[in-house]
């Protein structure tokens, strides 16, 4: 093999061998391990009586993560006889939206973004609307579904 063709198949190596770290990058980070060992669960929020009747109410609910109880809120939302849970958590980067009664709408206290009562975006930063929570109603409980790591068995 002559120095020319030496050296074309050392730089198509090269090529090959980055393209294939480039690649393993790119699904480590779409497709992360963790992302697909993940488990819905459904955790009680509260009596189905104490659901609102119209407009929102914001409850609690807790849940276990490795080892430890956890409390996170949900808003819950009666619109026009549709109801649904929404996440408290801004689309923008992350902060705690308040519900305002008196405009009937979520704000984020960080950086002035606002939601409607459909979690949509109104103003503000933030990139996407609420979250909608898995939520469902059996024998007279609210339950709101979190997903969480599964187990290893």
């Known amino acids: ?5 030496f050296l074309r198949a050392a730089v198509k190596s090269i090529i090959a061998a980055a393209a294939a770290g480039v690649a393993a990058v790119a699904a480590y980070f779409m497709y992360p391990a963790n992302v697909r060992a993940r488990q819905l669960i459904y955790c009680e929020c509260m009596d189905e009586d104490s659901l609102p009747k119209h407009g929102v109410k914001r409850a609690e609910y807790r849940f276990e993560l490795k080892g430890k109880e956890m409390t ?6 009666n619109h026009e006889g549709t109801l649904y849970a929404l996440s408290p958590v ?4 992350g902060c705690l939206v308040n519900y305002n009664r008196h405009t009937d709408v979520f704000i984020c206290p960080c950086h002035g973004g606002k939601y409607d009562t459909a979690g949509e ?3 503000g930063p933030p990139p996407a609307p609420l979250a909608r929570l898995p939520m469902k109603v059996e024998n007279g409980r609210v339950y709101i579904g979190v997903m969480l790591p599964a187990v290893a068995a």
């Open 1 to 5: 093999m002559d120095r020319r063709n």
């Open 72 to 77: 996170a809120a949900v808003y819950l939302v």
């Open 121 to 123: 975006v109104i103003s």
């Open 90 to 93: 801004c689309s923008h980067l």
